[in-house]
């Protein structure tokens, strides 16, 4: 089992730039893929990163790379969302989830539905 807890959202002018925190409990979390997800008003859970365990590869949907990055702290059993540049269509509730280990291709990881753990997420508010 794994918990996740989200961190660091709030109201930022655009442009500027929000760090996510997500600390998850459980054992062996540094075998789990990672990942942050998010949902904006009238609209579906939509993938935004996710970074392996194993060298630690990333994959970022087209409408954040470039601003956004994932990275993962496996000694503290935390992952992050470093997310710069931030425009009006980002905000949103940003997710945090976690997928057991096992041998996936990487198209897999854009849907919400394969992933086993998630947090209750955070508001990312951006004024313009």
């Known amino acids: 089992q794994v918990q996740l807890i989200e961190s660091g959202g709030g109201l930022v002018q655009a442009g500027g730039s929000l760090r996510l925190s997500c600390a998850a409990s459980g054992r062996a979390f540094f075998s789990y893929l990672m990942g942050w997800f998010r949902r904006a008003p009238g609209k579906e859970r939509g993938f935004v990163a996710a970074?392996?365990?194993?060298?630690?590869?990333?994959y970022a949907a087209d409408s954040v790379k470039g601003r956004f990055t994932i990275s993962r702290d496996n000694a503290k059993n935390t992952v992050y969302l470093q997310m710069n540049s931030l425009k009006p269509e980002d905000p949103a509730v940003y997710y945090c989830a976690a997928r057991r280990p096992g041998t996936y291709s990487s198209s897999s990881y854009y849907y919400s539905g394969n992933w086993d753990y998630w947090g209750q997420g955070t508001q990312v508010t951006v004024s313009s």
């Open positions: 970074i392996t365990w194993s060298f630690a590869t990333t």
